[in-house]
């Protein structure tokens, strides 16, 4: 039996920061134009706030319902 190599880990990023601008819908730093939920004020991308409100997504973190 021959041991079966394994490829290393992929080396993680360093620690990623949860920036003021971190968005939840695509989990990454907001591009372009920022949409903020009336609720709760979490921070998304405008682009990606209006593709949760084409799905039916609510705000990740209290639910509401994204008003683009
Ligand atoms: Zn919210
Ligand atoms: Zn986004």
């Known amino acids: 039996m021959s041991e079966k190599k394994v490829p290393p880990p992929p080396v993680l990023p360093p620690s990623i920061k949860l920036t003021e601008n971190f968005c939840l ?7 372009g134009d920022i949409y ?14 209006k593709k949760a409100k084409l799905n039916g997504q609510l705000c990740m973190k209290c639910k509401q319902l994204i008003i683009v």
């Open 25 to 31: 819908f695509h989990k990454g730093t907001i591009q």
């Open 36 to 49: 903020i939920c009336p609720k709760c004020k979490a921070k998304y991308c405008l682009e990606c706030a």
